[in-house]
């Protein structure tokens, strides 16, 4: 199968606006009522379906939460990109365009990548309009802060809670659509099927979580937006709904699933506790703008340390490891998200992690620093320019509050320990993935009709994502991409008329997830959902996780292949079809989740390299760094469904060529 991403000809610059110019749109007003359907509303769903309402589709909008403000966008902390150049330190279009290339070391294809980069500045203002509080300078403006991967700051953000006030600004405007008629909302719905009529994506399956009935909708065009698949590790940043099931099942019933061994691990978050942890706390990258991470320079200090015998504030300053601004003093703590996990684990193998769980793995940012900058300029800044030491603390501690209160609040309240007087003890752990459906340039599946947006796509953020990019991406598929392709590829469907749910496509669609359901709930299993998901978990994170190898990849492939026979054979699902019941939920996602791991293991046994979040141990330069084979894997695996058994899927690539960026080593130092 050759891949086409659909560009068309012409510089980079101007294929974005040739293509729009040369869409077949038509008029809202003038048309046949048509039927759009959107799975999923977090910032790319919620938006999209926005959007599509607004120019006159009967958009029917579907999220299993209890309301699109609980979608897991919601969680986002840090804050969006845009190339605005608000603090004319040299940003552009192109250098936003070229960080996200390199950051996501050279594995994302390049035209899509640059028309994210194009829509990001109307983003902001899109925003802006709807009310978003972005923080402000003292004079007005929009303020900006930097992220990692970037010399520039050009993340916009809302105090410690981007995602939520941006979420409330698509619901804002989903809502508007609404209350005119023109978006039905599905909340308590989850979508188990795809339906397929002559080859085009026609409807879904859905699952009234409520009542447990089964229901069919019918569209002309289906949008999937449900996030990503982080929560195949059992713990993750993902809230626990999280899931895969909207976008495997769409690549069950043909559509390729990319690159699916990148995952990003996010290096600043709470470390595991224990052993019945059911879900990890993301702290946001912001902190690093602010923060220094390190470790002991002593191993014995690290063991004193872990065993209660030594707090961090003794430490005199030359007895830490400020290791990110040792290794990489080009961009100290602001490296890329998947280089400063991988320094952080470095460490803590090593012997000098700090926290006293069942691994010793973690390490600190430590804000004493900034209290003490940041407290003087505020002394100097009234005047004060001889102040006491407790004045210069007071002053920068209130700086910190200002700016990240409510992530130390949330630090406090779940670690019992003050982040302004000892500093936070953070470790990567899950958070994104790279990773999805394939999609061409209209954001379009293998299957027409079927289309993907998000962090449920693969298609911008290569082998790594810069922090500040999903929201970015979330809102540029929603609000400036999807509205013109899936337009254009509905101008031909104005004849078509209404989507029957009667036909044979949707009764064989019903039947087969009934049968599913039955066979969950008739098992007479011994083991609860939960015990089969941690067990992958641990597989996925011990041996397709952080450092990954070929005998540990071979292994993976073999266990979860076992594991899922055994799932089958003797997980227990009490209760009914016909009622609320979160444990069934959980084990159709599980089900998935199963297929997807092996999946994951496979993809990242082929790639024979390491680049960004996928790091093998056989492939990496005498430094440790990731070692790229440009010759052999400058494409995007594409894989597709077979049958039950996932070993069987097909691989196919998509060349990724560059025309205005030069591959080259990934350089942080």
């Known amino acids: 199968m050759k891949l086409d991403s659909k560009i068309p000809e012409g510089p980079i610059a101007e294929k974005w606006t040739n293509h729009k110019n040369h869409l077949k749109l038509v008029a809202p007003n003038n048309r046949p009522k048509i039927d759009v359907i959107v799975v999923g509303t977090g910032l790319a769903g919620a938006s999209a379906a926005a959007s599509l309402g607004e120019m006159g589709y009967n958009v029917k909008a579907f999220c299993f939460q209890d309301s699109p403000r609980r979608a897991h966008s919601i969680a986002a902390q840090g804050g969006i990109n845009a190339a605005k150049n608000y603090q004319n330190d040299g940003d552009s279009t192109y250098r936003l365009f070229y960080d996200t290339i390199k950051g996501g070391d050279y594995r994302a294809r390049e035209a899509n990548v640059h028309r994210l980069a194009e829509v990001s500045a109307n983003i902001i203002d899109q925003c802006v309009a709807q009310g978003v509080p972005f923080a402000r300078e003292y004079g007005g403006m929009l303020d900006n802060r930097s992220f990692g991967g970037t010399q520039v700051q050009r993340t916009f953000y809302a105090a410690g809670q981007t995602g939520q006030q941006l979420l409330l600004g698509a619901y804002s405007a989903l809502s508007r659509q609404i209350g005119l008629g023109r978006v039905q909302m599905f909340n308590r719905h989850e979508m188990l099927d795809l339906v397929k009529v002559d080859g085009k994506a026609r409807g879904i399956i859905a699952r009234n979580l409520v009542t447990g009935e089964l229901e069919r909708h019918s569209a002309h065009a289906v949008i999937i937006a449900s996030g990503g698949y982080g929560n195949v590790y059992f713990l993750s940043t993902n809230a626990m709904g999280s899931n895969v099931t909207a976008a495997w099942k769409v690549h069950k019933r043909g559509a390729l699933f990319a690159n699916p061994c990148f995952v990003q691990i996010h290096p600043t978050c709470i470390p595991v506790h224990g052993v019945n942890q059911s879900k990890l706390t993301l702290m946001s990258e912001s902190l690093r703008n602010s923060g220094r991470i390190w470790v002991p320079k002593k191993k014995e200090d690290a063991e004193a340390i872990r065993a209660g015998k030594l707090k961090p504030t003794q430490l005199k300053e030359e007895e830490r490891d400020y290791f990110l601004e040792r290794r990489y003093p080009a961009f100290g703590n602001l490296v890329p998200r998947d280089v400063a996990s991988r320094a952080a684990k470095e460490r803590c193998d090593e012997g000098f992690g700090i926290e006293a769980n069942d691994t010793n793995e973690g390490v600190y940012l430590d804000f004493s620093t900034e209290i003490q900058n940041k407290g003087k300029q505020a002394a100097y800044a009234q005047g004060n320019h001889n102040p006491s030491a407790e004045e210069v603390t007071k002053l920068g501690k209130k700086w910190l509050e200002e700016k990240y209160g409510n992530l130390f609040a949330m630090y406090e309240k779940i670690t019992d320990e003050n982040p302004y007087e000892t500093p936070m003890k953070i470790y990567p752990a899950v958070h994104y ?75 064989e669609a019903e039947d087969s997830v009934r049968a599913s359901i039955n066979k969950f709930l008739g098992n007479n299993g011994t083991k609860s959902v939960d015990h089969f998901h941690k067990r992958l978990g641990l597989i996925m994170w011990n041996k397709v996780g952080m450092a990954r190898n070929e005998k540990g990849l071979k292994e993976a492939i073999d266990e979860i292949a076992a594991l899922k026979d055994e799932f089958y054979k003797d997980v227990y699902v009490p209760g009914s079809a016909d009622e609320l019941n979160p444990e069934l939920e959980k084990a159709l996602r599980v089900a998935d989740f199963m297929d997807l791991g092996q999946l994951m293991a496979m993809d990242a046994l082929q790639r024979k390299e390491s680049c960004g979040g996928h790091f093998r141990e056989e492939y990496q330069d005498s430094e440790g760094e990731t070692l790229r084979d440009d010759d052999n894997f400058a494409f995007v695996s594409a894989w597709e469904y077979m049958g039950y058994d996932i070993s069987k899927e097909a691989l196919h690539k998509e060349e990724l060529k560059y025309e205005f960026i030069k591959i080259a080593a990934r350089n942080y130092k």
């Not at 929201?471 to 013109?484: E, H, K, W």
């Not at 590829?489 to 009667?502: C, F």
């Open 433 to 507: 993935t790279m990773g999805g459906v394939w999609v061409d340039y209209n954001l379009q599946s293998t299957i027409p009709g079927c289309f993907v947006a998000g962090e449920a796509n693969f298609s911008d953020h290569g082998a790594n994502r810069l922090g500040a990019s999903a929201l970015m991406q979330g809102l540029a598929d929603g609000y400036f991409v999807l509205p013109y392709t899936v337009s254009n590829y509905l101008a031909d469907e104005i004849r078509t008329g209404k989507i029957s749910t009667d036909s044979p496509e949707f009764t």
